[in-house]
């Protein structure tokens, strides 16, 4: 078995995204018992970029952990039309 490697979480590109017309992230903390998230606009990254790659990022504003939960905003396709 080589399934030595370190299975990393990979999730889509901005690019990805974009095209499914999401411009909006949602960033849940990565504590479960916290579960503060916040909503942002995803423009100020590339399309080479994967959600997965900010989510080392950030620090919840509630209980000051690194790391997050990145997912696309699905609702932000009508608010930002
Ligand atoms: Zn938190």
């Known amino acids: 078995m080589r399934m030595s490697a370190t299975l990393t979480r990979q999730k889509i590109t901005f690019a990805e995204m974009r095209a499914a017309g999401v411009r909006g992230l949602l960033i ?29 990022r950030f620090t919840c ?14 609702h932000s396709v009508d608010a930002y039309a």
């Open 28 to 56: 849940y903390c990565a504590d479960y018992h916290c579960s503060h998230w916040t909503s942002i606009s995803g423009d100020r990254w590339g399309d080479d970029v994967r959600l997965s790659d900010i989510e080392p």
């Open 61 to 74: 504003q509630g209980c000051g952990r690194r790391g997050a939960d990145v997912r696309p905003d699905w």
